[in-house]
């Protein structure tokens, strides 16, 4: 079990991290790194630095986004722009990933009263969408408790490789269409979706504890996506409707299976 870091200390951290590259080597180094590889992610968190929450910008600085991404376009990774990952799935721009882990943190602390002020923070979190495993990492490195769902199965299995590699102990994966959950690991306080959804699944709704959280992109009738920030209360559910998204679309089944058919053919 890691031990819990507080937040003051924390900042003080990240303040001297962003002194100089060297420093910032120094604290954030993991044996993935090139010299390039920290030079470029030190570089990210200061475009990012007045932007987000200074535990957002901390897991940042810890996670080499480069491995989570495919092999050619590892030298883009800590661009702030979204890549492809395959399958017609995208890892998300880092700003878009630190505002929606800012918004549920925000909401966690709001809503239920989850103080934000010793990390890993103690909440149970459930992520839709796991893609690259870049935002799953992210997570793993700011709450107690995360679980996984992701469709596709070779993203997945990539992603559980990398993760694993990184050593998560606070994590659950699981292959699945995320409409349904991941039971067994619920009452979630809070869920993270990272594909856009016209309404939310019943189901999920039943996972989330009272006064618990969504923070998700949202399509309105007119095909607009917006992020949605959803507090629980009750049976009611308080939509907030936050800036205009871009986000993949949430896939059925059988469009996955067209997806997987089509990349066969491909290859
Ligand atoms: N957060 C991810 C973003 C991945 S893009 C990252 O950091 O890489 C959205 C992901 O949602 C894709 O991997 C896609 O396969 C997945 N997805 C789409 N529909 C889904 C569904 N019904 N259930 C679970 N995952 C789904």
């Given amino acids: 079990?890691?031990?819990?870091l507080h937040i003051s200390d924390l900042k003080?951290?990240?303040?001297?991290?962003?002194?100089s590259l060297e420093v910032f080597s120094e604290i954030f180094s993991t044996s993935y790194d090139t010299p390039e590889t920290l030079q470029e992610r030190y570089s990210l968190i200061h475009e990012l630095k007045y932007e987000l929450s200074p535990i957002t910008l901390y897991a940042f600085s810890k996670v080499p986004r480069h491995i989570f991404v495919p092999a050619d376009l590892q030298s883009f990774a800590y661009l702030n722009?979204?890549?492809?990952?395959?399958?017609k799935q995208t890892v998300s721009q880092p700003l878009m990933i630190g505002i929606m882990v800012d918004e549920l943190?925000?909401?966690?602390?709001?809503?239920?009263?989850?103080?934000?002020?010793?990390?890993?923070?103690?909440?149970?979190?459930?992520e839709i969408g796991t893609g690259s495993g870049y935002?799953?990492?992210?997570?793993?490195?700011?709450?107690?408790?995360?679980?996984?769902?992701?469709?596709?199965?070779?993203?997945?299995?990539?992603?559980k490789e990398v993760l694993r590699s990184l050593g998560y102990e606070n994590l659950s994966l699981r292959l699945g269409d995320g409409r349904k959950g991941f039971k067994e690991n619920s009452p979630f306080?809070?869920?993270?979706?990272?594909?856009?959804?016209k309404e939310i699944p019943e189901e999920l709704v039943k996972q989330l504890t009272n006064r618990g959280v969504i923070v998700t992109p949202l399509e309105d009738k007119f095909g607009w996506q917006y992020l949605g920030v959803i507090y629980k209360t009750g049976e009611r559910l308080e939509v907030?409707?936050?800036?205009?998204?871009?986000?993949?679309?949430?896939l059925s089944p059988e469009e996955v299976?067209?997806?997987?058919r089509g990349k066969r053919e491909v290859l």
């Fill in 81 to 87: 722009k979204p890549l492809p990952i395959g399958f």
């Fill in 240 to 250: 907030m409707r936050k800036g205009g998204v871009s986000f993949v679309k949430f």
């Fill in 257 to 260: 299976e067209k997806i997987r």
């Fill in 105 to 126: 943190i925000k909401g966690l602390e709001e809503n239920l009263n989850i103080p934000s002020k010793l990390i890993p923070i103690p909440a149970n979190i459930l």
């Fill in 189 to 197: 306080h809070g869920i993270i979706i990272s594909a856009a959804l």
């Fill in 1 to 4: 079990m890691r031990g819990k």
């Fill in 135 to 159: 935002q799953t990492a992210i997570l793993c490195e700011i709450f107690e408790r995360v679980s996984s769902v992701e469709i596709i199965p070779e993203l997945l299995n990539r992603a």
């Fill in 12 to 19: 003080e951290i990240l303040e001297r991290a962003l002194t």
